[in-house]
């Protein structure tokens, strides 16, 4: 009598089998139809292994310029507009031989702490309902492991508390309350980030927003005068990439997200991919702007890939932007057909090349390294009138 568990091994391997053949006779007979339906030219199945075997068995890697020996690699660190103090931060560390993840989120901390930053940390814009809400995400390029929280309360450094998911959970993303009772067991302080400023202009915003509610704005001549010179919505955050000499990338991106938003809205600088990606191989790439836009095509992690086919940071980035604007829809775009948002890309590679990129310039990014601390020009896809 054949035991039950034999009898099953030999029923899967015939199975398996007659699978098998039926599949290789399936492939003959497709390939054979392709060369009859094609007048004798290879079918799609045979150009493929052709080409293959044309190639030594694989595809052929895009050439790059050549990377400098370890430890000559350019040392630097690149950020958005209002990073400007801390690549100057960054980059002290990095020469001091500090990690580059510790120097960066060292960099970003410093403006995290900013009150007058209405887009990061303590003195971040609110949400509709006037709770200061922070997301924020890192990536170690020499480990390749990542670490994110997203509507995190009452706690400034998320930069930081990102590390630590990554250093010290199985996990990448934690959100909301899980990630806020993380923060306490690690020694966070809980604290109001809403400053007075934050406040005054979220009051405005709600008491502007409707003509049939009941709120009602003060007059114009007693507005306080930070609500006069600020009034739009931002959409602000920083991003940092730090390289050493030994050529390793790291990336943070901290935001409080879009002002006013909706309780629990987590825009791109969280994800992984989206508000940044490292890899130690080829670059990173990080981003500020609508988060929208740049979670529905991935950008980073695309600007990136582009690195690695070839292209360098500026052209990478300005062909992510352009796939942006042509999958736009109809209700963010002014009668030209171009978005009416801003997007902006910061994008360093392997070898030491830096771009940043913008959907409308004119606009600037921070960098510190060997010739000193600094804005330069973002390279845009379109130009706003002076």
């Known amino acids: 009598?054949?035991?039950?568990?034999?009898?099953?091994?030999?029923?899967?391997?015939?199975?398996?089998?007659?699978?098998?053949?039926?599949?290789?006779?399936?492939?003959?007979?497709?390939?054979?139809?392709?060369?009859?339906?094609?007048?004798?030219?290879?079918?799609?199945?045979?150009?493929?292994?052709?080409?293959?075997?044309?190639?030594?068995?694989?595809?052929?890697?895009p050439e790059r310029p050549p990377l400098p020996a370890k430890g000559k690699f350019p040392v630097k660190a690149v950020s958005s507009h209002n990073g400007l103090e801390a690549t100057r931060r960054a980059y002290e560390l990095l020469v001091q031989g500090k990690d580059t993840l510790e120097a960066a989120v060292a960099g970003v901390q410093i403006v995290e702490d900013d009150p007058n930053d209405l887009t990061v940390g303590y003195g971040g814009l609110p949400n509709e309902n006037g709770i200061v809400e922070l997301d924020a995400s890192v990536m170690h390029g020499p480990t390749h492991q990542a670490g994110a929280v997203a509507s995190v309360q009452n706690i400034r450094h998320v930069s930081r508390l990102a590390m630590l998911v990554m250093q010290q959970t199985d996990h990448v993303l934690l959100v909301g309350q899980g990630a806020k009772d993380f923060a306490r067991a690690q020694g966070f302080p809980e604290e109001n980030l809403l400053t007075e400023k934050a406040r005054k202009i979220w009051l405005y915003w709600k008491q502007t927003r409707s003509d049939i509610d009941d709120w009602l704005p003060p007059p114009d001549d007693q507005l306080d005068p930070d609500v006069k010179k600020f009034f739009n919505r931002p959409t602000g955050t920083i991003h940092l990439a730090a390289m050493n000499a030994d050529g390793d990338i790291s990336g943070v991106t901290s935001t409080s997200?879009?002002?006013?938003?909706?309780?629990?809205?987590?825009?791109?600088?969280?994800?992984?991919?989206?508000?940044?990606?490292?890899?130690?191989?080829i670059g990173s790439c990080g981003s500020t702007g609508r988060g929208e836009a740049n979670l529905q095509n991935v950008c980073s992690f695309a600007?990136?890939?582009?690195?690695?086919?070839?292209?360098?940071?500026?052209?990478?980035?300005?062909?992510?932007?352009?796939?942006?604007?042509?999958?736009?829809?109809?209700?963010?775009?002014?009668?030209?057909?171009?978005?009416?948002?801003?997007?902006?890309?910061?994008v360093l590679a392997k070898d030491g090349r830096h771009a940043g990129l913008s959907m409308w310039g004119p606009d600037k990014f921070s960098i510190t390294d060997a010739n000193g601390t600094r804005h330069e020009e973002c390279v845009s896809l379109y130009q706003r009138q002076r």
Request: without cysteine.
């Open 257 to 281: 997200g879009l002002a006013f938003k909706l309780p629990g809205r987590v825009g791109d600088s969280p994800i992984i991919g989206a508000g940044l990606y490292v890899d130690n191989e």
């Open 303 to 346: 600007a990136v890939e582009l690195m690695r086919q070839g292209l360098s940071p500026q052209e990478a980035g300005l062909e992510v932007l352009r796939r942006v604007a042509k999958t736009t829809p109809a209700r963010l775009r002014d009668d030209q057909g171009r978005p009416t948002f801003n997007l902006k890309f910061y």
């Open 1 to 61: 009598m054949t035991h039950p568990a034999t009898g099953r091994r030999e029923f899967l391997r015939g199975a398996a089998a007659t699978a098998l053949t039926a599949t290789s006779l399936n492939v003959v007979a497709s390939l054979h139809a392709g060369q009859q339906g094609s007048g004798g030219s290879q079918g799609p199945a045979l150009q493929s292994a052709a080409g293959a075997q044309a190639s030594g068995g694989s595809r052929p890697q």
